[in-house]
């Protein structure tokens, strides 16, 4: 005897019996529930090893069952299987999307509903599903037609869900949501941190099916890999024109503050750039005299249009709070220490200026990434110098740290060096981090420049050494005095050997040039143990000191 719970929910009284029958002939032990409600309660009491859940039920479908037991912590590992008369693609994606492990087309053979239980009760591998028609089994097809990253379907897949969608509802909304403009994540911070916004962007998408969207919506991606995703939606009767866009336009509204919200906290001690999105909306009509591939990416084209729309009014609104920065000096600057990991003593402080608060501009990424695309480095960076050195001076012993961006050292020549000129009072020292938002453009130019803040006194540091721009030719030009490791190489650097392969190859080649490393971003005990193996002299980060004013 087996003994392994299986919970059958279905309102149909003879498919209960009979599947009850063929269980508990093989051994197994049946949990019946009539209802999708009755069946919430059954699988959070009874904890069965799987579940088959039918999917037309009066009152709550299939779909938002398997939805709400897969969002419940208790039932979210528990395998179902969708049993169902439907079996159009269409279907098949919803089953994915709300999370099904599996599905049984009625009418159903004795030995398909045991195969697919005895597969389903494998641990690991064993439980491979059979979304996938047949025909799409191939790894290479399949990698084509769903996006590995997000786990969900392209376009071409969703056109054909579309087709017989469309035949019976005419109108489907579309929803348009970008995260390409903000790929400069996967620019500073790599392509895994970037892929790891869109998984969980893509998981927030389809938590929101039964709540702010329908469980039979159906969520998409521009392409493998992409960063563009829709939504389709499905339309209230009775709806017209205008009020259907109406509509469109609050769950765009209320899709991107919930992607918001969800993503900042998700990634809060991640990444410090800004993740936001854009929103767009459009009503895709049914028309038998138009192919229907076309008709959907015209209403691709009109969602990703509204967007593009959103993205320039934005654009004048940061034009003009930008100018008020400038203009009203509206720069904030906190201090963050760097310690002797030797000895646990401050060694130094980094300025870091922010924007207003309540602002986009209090995120410093996005300050200094709209200074340097609207060519405005110089003016915002002889303000940042200047409070950085008058709101130190006399407050706090040591060295200090300022950011400076390569345009301003490519400008220095040109331009003179008196918006170094506050600094240079501050009696203690100090260290010009090179931050390269931007590559060198003319390293005999930049070497130069370097030279010359050398004669003046300053000290020079390459920040984020190991990632971005801050590459080795950097490094051997410029021979710089410390050496800032990347505070992407140093999370998880001592469970990551790669990671610390590089950061041991930094260290080394600090010594070579008669460098100091300075290990960014120590948010843990482990982590600050590691670098310290490694070598690394000084660290910073919340684990040692958050910023703060002085």
């Not at 994915?96 to 398909?112: N, S």
């Not at 050494?465 to 990347?486: D, F, M, T, V, W």
């Not at 290990?519 to 482990?526: F, H, K, L, M, V």
Request: proline share 4%; glycine share 6%.
């Amino acid at each position: 005897m087996n003994e392994r719970k299986i919970l059958i929910v279905d309102d149909d009284e003879d498919i209960l019996l009979i599947v009850q029958t063929l269980l508990t002939n093989a051994g197994y032990a049946p949990v019946l529930a009539r209802n999708g409600r009755e069946g919430i309660e059954q699988a959070t009491a009874t904890q069965p090893d799987v579940i088959l859940l039918d999917v037309t039920m009066p009152q709550i479908s299939g779909w938002e069952v398997c939805a709400t037991l897969k969002n419940l912590p208790e039932t979210a590992a528990i395998p179902i299987v969708m049993l169902t008369v439907k079996s159009e693609i269409k279907d098949l994606i919803t089953g994915m999307q709300v999370g099904a492990d599996d599905y049984i087309t009625k009418p159903f053979t004795k030995r398909h509903l045991l195969e697919t239980v005895e597969r389903l009760l494998e641990p690991g591998e064993g439980r491979r599903s059979a979304f996938l028609p047949k025909e799409t089994g191939d790894a290479r097809t399949r990698n084509l037609l769903f996006d590995t990253v997000s786990g969900l379907p392209t376009i071409p897949v969703i056109v054909d869900a579309l087709r017989e969608w469309l035949l019976v509802d005419q109108e489907v909304g579309v929803l348009f949501i970008d995260f390409e403009k903000y790929a400069h994540i996967e620019d500073y911070y790599g392509w895994e941190v970037f892929d790891d916004v869109l998984r969980e962007a893509a998981k927030a998408l389809k938590r929101l099916l039964g709540t702010l969207f329908s469980t039979e919506d159906l969520i998409a991606i521009n392409r493998p890999s992409g960063s563009e995703f829709y939504v389709f939606l499905s339309v209230p009767p009775g709806l017209r024109g205008d009020e259907i866009l109406e509509r469109l336009q609050r769950k765009a509204k209320q899709i991107e503050e919930s992607l918001k919200e969800t993503l900042s906290e998700k990634f809060q001690n991640r990444i410090q750039r800004k993740i936001g999105l854009y929103v767009g909306y459009s009503k895709l009509l049914y028309s038998p005299q138009v192919r229907l591939e076309r008709l959907v990416y015209r209403a691709l084209r009109e969602a990703i249009s509204v967007a593009s729309t959103k993205e320039g009014e934005r654009a004048a609104l940061l034009r003009e709070q930008f100018k008020d920065v400038l203009v009203h000096r509206q720069i904030e600057t906190l201090y963050q220490p760097i310690v002797d990991l030797s000895t646990g003593e401050v060694f130094a402080h980094e300025a870091l200026s922010r924007g207003p608060a309540d602002s986009p501009f209090e995120n410093p990424e996005v300050l200094f990434d709209y200074a340097l695309k609207s060519d405005q480095v110089w003016g915002l960076e002889k303000i940042c110098m200047q409070f950085s050195a008058e709101r130190f001076v006399g407050k706090r012993p040591g060295m200090l740290f300022v950011n400076v961006e390569t345009e301003l050292i490519h400008e220095l020549k040109s331009r003179g060096h008196e918006v170094l000129q506050p600094l240079l009072a501050i009696q203690s020292g100090v260290v010009l981090e090179i931050t390269e938002r931007a590559a060198i453009r003319d390293y005999d130019l930049f070497r130069e420049s370097v030279r010359v803040l050398h004669d003046l006194g300053f000290r020079i540091a390459i920040d984020d050494a190991g990632s971005g721009y801050a590459s080795l030719q950097s490094i051997a030009e410029l021979r710089p005095n410390y050496l800032k490791i990347s505070n992407y190489l140093v999370t998880g650097l001592h469970e990551d050997s790669i990671k610390r392969d590089v950061v041991e190859m930094l260290v080394r080649l600090a010594a070579r040039i008669d460098a100091e490393t300075v290990a960014e971003g120590i948010e843990t005990e482990a982590e600050k143990a590691e670098v310290q193996r490694l070598g690394v002299t000084y660290g910073q980060g919340y684990l040692l000191g958050r910023p703060a004013k002085l």
